[in-house]
């Protein structure tokens, strides 16, 4: 951009009109009371007094009519005003020029964190988004504007790492059945003495692995249609959602002894039903899949600190302590997504007295702080 294009630029010239203007105004005020002054004054000339000139030469003043003193009177005022005139245009004109200058200077102090700002948003990728302004200084208004891009870019860091994790889950979780209906095709077709009860044992293979895919699919486009917008937001009561999930879970939970058991309280939220059905379908999934035999899955909702939460408990292995940035598989992902797009965040703790682990989805209500609770829900329900 060309200097005089550039907002310093205009800046410096904005300062110097306005210190231009208010300088004139002062100068001019100062001049027409001067010449008020001066045209109100009445001017004494003493006569027979001895005057010595500029050349050195002595002149007697003579007595002088009053018409010759007023106009000796009007000459003098006119060449003191004229020379007040002189000295303001060339004041103000010095005046102009050193306003230019300190402008200059003074928007340039007042505009270098903008130039960081630009520096780091120009260097900054979508590939990395780590970089920060971190700008010191007074809490004025580009140091909250600063931080105000911090936080966006702090935003937008959490989104791509969440989409690189949701996407590379959503390949290793489809890549899997994939691979199983394509290794059990080739065997069967590759083998010239199969058998009809070949074929049919790498059908069901193929069939159970569809459904799986198929399941997968139904969670990538409930969460597709949520981040859209696409999906309605209706008011609902999680409570009524949770009892639903938990009697229909049961048949599947006693192919492997296990108990389910629901802690809820009445939940409204803001929400679409089929997105959080979804998620809550995935969170008894992955505890199915964790919870040793004969043990209990806790499912259950209510509210914390103004959080609507919505969670499953097992008696599993656990979570890791660190599990930022590890692959969490694409049922989780997905309740991620659905979590995130709803306003909230899905968190895991340890279960209760160190077992197995819990997996909760908050939900922001009205009155919710700015983040949610940092512990399970569970612990006190």
Known sequence: MPSWQSIRFRLSVQYSAVVFGLGGAVLGLVYLALQRELRSQTMTIVTGQRVVLSDGRVVIMPPLEPVEQMAIESLYNEIVLNRVARF?????????LLSIVVGWIMSGRV?????????????????DLSRRIDLDGPDDELTRLANTFDGMLERLDRAFTSQRRFLADTSHDLRT???????????VADDPDAQMADWERAGGI????????????????????LQSGRAQAVTLDLAVLVEAKAAEFEPVASEKNLVVTSVVSPTLVQGVEVSLDRALTNLLDNAHRAAPIGSTIVVGCGVRD???????????????????????????????QIAEAHGGALA?????EGEGATMVVWIPTETAEEAPPGFSPFTNA
Not at 88 to 96: Q, R
Not at 314 to 321: A, K, V
Not at 348 to 352: D, I, N, T, V
Request: hydrophobic share 45%; glycine share 10%; aromatic share 4%.
């Open 306 to 336: 103004g959080w609507a939460w919505l969670g499953v408990e097992d008696r599993g292995p656990g979570l890791p302590d660190e599990n930022e940035g590890a692959q969490i598989g694409l049922g989780l992902s997905i309740v991620t």
């Open 111 to 127: 505009l270098k964190p903008v130039e960081e700002i630009t520096t780091v948003a120009r260097e900054i990728q979508a590939s």
């Open 177 to 187: 059945p994939l691979a199983v209906i394509r290794s059990n095709v080739e065997v």
């Open 348 to 352: 895991s703790f340890p279960g209760r």
């Open 88 to 96: 303001t245009f060339i004041a103000l004109v010095a005046l102009s």
């Open 206 to 225: 193929i069939r159970r692995n569809a459904a799986k895919m198929s399941s997968m699919i139904d969670g990538l486009l409930a969460a597709a249609r």
